[in-house]
DNA sequence: CAGCATCCGTGAAGATACTG
DNA sequence: CAGTATCTTCACGGATGCTG
């Protein structure tokens, strides 16, 4: 449940906006193109380098990989461990926060597989009549 | 878990590209800015008029109220019922797809709960340093 | 190797006005 | 009431080039 409140007549449930609700903040960060891709990549593999994430994922760019990586470890989500090499070599991990988040989102995965099909007929079908 | 296989001789788990790819797909769906809060929101209040849902979340647009129904409705996780009556009324109610789907979300939205006080501390740890 | 800097195109979303 | 139409803005993300 988020964040709600009965506030008018119909005691209908109203939620907050962005800035101060949980839900809404962490799904559009876990929402954008690459975020949870790159924390699936994570746990599949543990400990991963930089260029090993990259040519995990593939089809990410390089500056997305490093925003994308960035925002995560801002989120405290994963750790980032830079080894004073040369060449250089910087490791990441997940947090203990993010081996959490797998769970639920485990079973979010689950619940998109099982209704995959469904969801693209449905699709199709809204396509060719409405 | 994604859908992943093993191609190099590294025995990297990789992932196939957003367009084949179930969970990016509906991750990125889902993940959009009103969705899950449109989902949440007749979740939590059942079968809803249009401007009922309008005025539930208030900050958002008729333009992406519309937009973001239409999606939704289109993936086959709202219903949408429209009364041939003046002035025009139209129910929305989540399907027994979205219902399900609720259960996962729920358990997110208690890691959200639950990690929350310290995702945005790690952010102004990271803003105040890095 | 692991990035940062820069430029740029595109689509998502907001504001506003209008309608059956 | 429940939208549609149009215009505009802006941030996401791609491409490229450079560096310690």
Chains 1, 2 share one sequence.
């Not at 409140?5 to 809404?24: A, E, H, N, Q, Y």
Request: with cysteine; aromatic share 6%; hydrophobic share 40%.
């Amino acid at each position: 449940m988020l964040i709600g409140s009965t506030i008018d007549s119909k005691k209908m449930k109203t939620f907050l906006p962005v800035g101060t609700c949980p839900i809404r903040d962490i799904l559009s960060r876990l929402g954008d193109k690459w975020s949870l891709l790159v924390l699936v990549t994570l746990k599949a593999n543990g400990t991963m380098r930089f260029s090993d994430i990259h040519k995990s994922i593939g089809d990410i760019s390089q500056r997305m990989l490093t925003v994308t990586l960035r925002s995560l470890e801002a989120d405290g989500l994963v750790n980032r461990k830079v080894y004073p090499e040369v060449p250089p070599r910087v490791e990441y991990s997940l947090t203990p926060s993010a081996d959490e988040l797998m769970l639920p989102l485990h079973s979010l995965v689950e619940w998109a597989m099982k209704n995959m099909q469904d969801i693209v007929s449905s699709r199709e079908l809204y396509k060719n009549k409405g």
